[in-house]
């Protein structure tokens, strides 16, 4: 009769074996939050695709404009201005892109409401 010879798989404590649940718990939650992310961006791209094709805008175009609406990025590389720095707001540098010449202030009447 043959001997039954039985090899020994890796064993792990049970503490190990929840470290590695707990590990593996904590890797899926990151990359589903990173998943989700994503496809909220797509999602608020082809939102903002129909909204531009509904107000008449040429295909190419609000395709353009939609990637230009939906243009997220990421805030974590940016430097940061040193604590003791003042920006004036009516800074030109103070906000990217809109100074006097491309920001048209106009005055509110009592029965326009802010949006």
């Known amino acids: ?12 404590r049970p503490s190990e074996y929840r470290s590695l649940l707990l590990l593996g ?6 990359v ?4 989700s992310l994503y496809v909220w961006r797509q999602y608020n791209f ?6 531009l ?3 008449g805008v040429a295909p190419g175009r609000a395709e353009q404009r939609a990637r230009i609406l939906n243009n997220l990025e ?3 590389g940016q430097k940061r201005r040193p604590a003791n720095s003042r920006v004036s707001p009516w800074d030109s540098n103070s906000v990217a892109g ?4 491309n920001v048209k202030a106009e005055p509110l009447s009592c029965r326009q409401s802010v949006q």
């Open 32 to 35: 589903s939050v990173f998943a």
């Open 53 to 55: 094709l509904a107000d």
């Open 46 to 51: 082809y939102v903002i695709l129909a909204g």
């Open 25 to 30: 718990d904590l890797l899926m939650a990151v």
């Open 1 to 12: 009769m043959a001997e039954n010879i039985r090899t020994t798989p890796l064993r792990i």
């Open 74 to 76: 990421p805030q974590f």
């Open 98 to 101: 809109h100074t006097a010449k």
